[in-house]
C-alpha cells in the first residue's frame, strides 16, 4: 500500500472515530473539498504505476474483474500520435492506479472505491510498428504465432496495435479506467476488441486460495513462483537483453478460449480429473499429496498405468516435459451470455507472459494442441501476441524508450 492510500485509510478511519459520520451527514458544498470515502483494505490496496522494473499487472496477485482491450492506431495516426497518447495514457494510470481523480473531466464512477487494487498493463502488437515507423525496432519475439491445428480464430478478435490490461478489486474502479483510457485515445485510436473477465473475489475465502476456473477446477497452482531462482529469466527480458527498449518486459500471449461446458459437464468427477491429472477438490495430482506436492509423473497405479494419465492436461503442459519451457498464466473467466446455439459463451481469457514465446507459450501448445485430453472441452477463438515494456521510471511513460529512440 503506498502512503497515499495508507494515509486516506488510516485518516479516513480517524475522522470517523471522531465524529466523521456526523461532519457526512451535514453534507459537504460541492466547491468544498470532499473527504474522502470510509474505505476497507480491500478499497485502499493500492499498486505503484512506475518506479519497478516491471510493468504492474503481471505478477501482481490477480484481481477479482479484468478488461482486456486492443486498439488500433487512427487511420493518419502514426509515432507522434502514439507517443502523445501513451503519456496520456500513462498519466492517467498512474492516477487511477493511487486512486486519485484524473482531472476536471473525471466522470466520478470511482469517486467511493479507492484505487482497489487497479493496476493498467501496456502493450505494443506486431502491427503497431509499421503503423509508427519503428519496423527496425521491432522484436523478433513478436513475430507471429504459428497457427494450431486446433485453433478457430476469429481475426476482428485478434491482433491489435496496442494492447491495454485493467485489473480491480472492484469493478467501478474497472470500469472507471476503462472508460478514461477509451476518452483519452480520443481520435489517435480505436478499439478493435473489448474482452470482460473476473475471478473470484479476495476475501471469499479465509486466507487466499488458488482460483477456480469455468471448469470448476484449481488454476494456476504450477505456476512459476516469484521465489524460484530462474523465475525473472523465465518470465522478463533481462536487462541487458535485446530489444534495449523491452529490458525488464515481458511479453504476453492472450488467447480467448472458450470452454465447451455443456460436454464438460457430461463427464464424471472421475473422468474430469483424468482429462487434468489433478483432483478437482483441492487440485492435488493424481500421483497423490495436496495441491502444492509435486506431481510424480512416473508413478503407476495398481492397473500398471500412470496414475496422471499419458493425455493429461497438466502433464502435458509441465516444463518438464517440454524442455523446461514455462509461463506464467494470470487468467480472467468471462461470460458473454448464451450463443445462438444455446450453449453458454463462457471460458478463459488466458493470459499468459514470459520472457520470449518461443520459449514459453509456443511450445507449450504445440505438445497440446497434439494430445492434450482437454482439447475436445476447449476452443481457441481469439489470439494475441503484445510487446509490454518494463515498468516506467518516475515521470516517465509507458514505451517512452521505444517511441522516443
Ligand atoms: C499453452 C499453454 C496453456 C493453455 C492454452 C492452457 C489452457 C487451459 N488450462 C486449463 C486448466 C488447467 N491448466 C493447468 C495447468 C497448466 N496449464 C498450462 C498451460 C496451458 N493451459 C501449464 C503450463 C500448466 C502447469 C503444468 C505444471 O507445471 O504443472 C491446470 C492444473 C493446475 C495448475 O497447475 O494450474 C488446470 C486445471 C484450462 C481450463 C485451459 C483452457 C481453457
Ligand atoms: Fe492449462
Redesign the pocket.
Known sequence: MSDISRRRLLGTAGAVGAGGLVIGAAGYSAAESDPPAPLTALGSTDVAFDGGAHQAGITTPVQSTGHLVAFDLAPGAGRTQAAALLRRWSASAQKMMAGRPVGDADTEIALDAGPSSLTVTFGFGHSFFDRTDLTAQRPAQLDPLPDFSSDQLDAKRSGGDLWVQIGANDPLVAFHALRQLQKDAGAAARVRWQMNGFNRAPGATASPK?AR?L?G???????PKPSEKDFDRRIFVPVSGQPAWMAGGSYA?V?R?R?LLDDWEQLSTHRQEQV???RKKD?APLSGGTETTD?DLDKLGADGKPLIPADA??RI???EQNGGA??L?RPFSYHDGISADGTPDA??L?V?WQADPLRG?VP??RK?DRGDA?SAF?R?ESSGLFAVPGGPKAGEYVGQRLLES
Open positions: 488458488t476456473n471448469m477446477q484449481i488454476d494456476g497452482t504450477g505456476n500471449v488467447r478460449i470452454m487434468i491429472g489433478r487440485g506431481m492436461h497438466a503442459s509441465a516444463p514455462a509461463l498464466r471460458g478463459l488466458f499468459c507459450f507449450v501448445q497440446l482437454l476447449v481457441h
